[in-house]
């Protein structure tokens, strides 16, 4: 069975601290996509990023880090220096079996809750 | 460029009463989607269209609930005969037409938060 596994419920930090968000994934397939969305209290969740399974390469966009680590089935966010802006709740997600046409079907993990203080 | 727009943004229902929800996504894009998520949880699939044709439905969606795209523009999720345990906020997302098979990038509406007393 595919799962998403973010076992940080909520994580608290003050301002310009670096925070990393952890994502333990399952699935059988070979090929599948991983990402993170951001939910802002407003509620509509953000795209952050998308990684295939046959990318292994970090990716960094400002402020923001990835580590994919296929050995570990891992996807982990890092945010440097973080801001209260970052506030917001932060959802890790796998692709479903990867059958064309089946488009953004996705499992999510339950989420991890960054609050950051100023 | 409007984003995803999702109406009512809150219903207060009365368990056994009829609700019905709109979702406007993106113009131009072809696929949509509904999600549910409960308090603390994260999205879970519903269901899932290509212009007008219902491509997929979860388990999750019991003969309860019916969702539409007549014209493949703006949808409709109708849940009948509604539960307490229908209480969730119901999102929708929408993506453009794209090359690529699954795994595309979505953008979501800000949903509705549905509570049946």
């Known amino acids: 069975a595919q799962k998403v596994t973010q076992a940080q419920t909520e994580i608290s930090v003050v301002e310009k601290e670096d925070v990393t968000l952890d994502c333990v994934y399952e699935?059988?397939?070979?090929?599948?996509?991983l990402f993170w969305y951001k939910q802002p209290p407003s509620g509509e969740l953000v795209f952050l990023i998308r990684r295939n399974s046959f990318d292994e390469q970090n990716e960094i966009s400002g402020r923001y880090s990835w580590n994919f680590q296929k050995s570990t089935s891992s996807f982990n966010f890092t945010i440097t220096a973080s801001q209260v802006v970052d506030s917001a709740v932060y959802f890790c997600?796998?692709?479903?079996?990867?059958?064309?046409?089946?488009?953004?079907?996705?499992?999510f993990g339950q989420g991890t809750e960054l609050s950051v203080k100023p | 460029d409007t984003g995803v727009s999702q109406d009512p943004r809150h219903k207060i229902t009365k368990r056994g009463q009829n609700v019905t929800f709109r979702c406007d996504p993106i113009s131009e894009h072809n696929r949509l989607y509904w999600y549910r998520q409960t308090l603390g949880q994260g999205p879970e699939f519903l269901t899932y269209f290509q212009n007008e044709a219902q491509l997929e439905k979860s388990r999750l969606l019991s003969d309860r609930f019916s969702a539409e795209r007549p014209k493949g523009s703006f949808s409709t999720l109708e849940i009948q005969r509604t539960e307490q345990g229908d209480s969730a906020m119901y999102l929708c997302?929408?993506?453009?037409?794209?090359?690529?098979?699954?795994?595309?990038?979505?953008?979501f509406g800000s949903g509705t938060q549905l509570s049946v007393l």
């Open positions: 699935t059988r397939d070979t090929t599948y996509y």
């Open positions: 997600a796998l692709s479903e079996s990867m059958i064309y046409n089946q488009g953004g079907k996705l499992i």
């Open positions: 997302a929408s993506s453009p037409p794209t090359r690529e098979g699954p795994g595309e990038k979505l953008f």
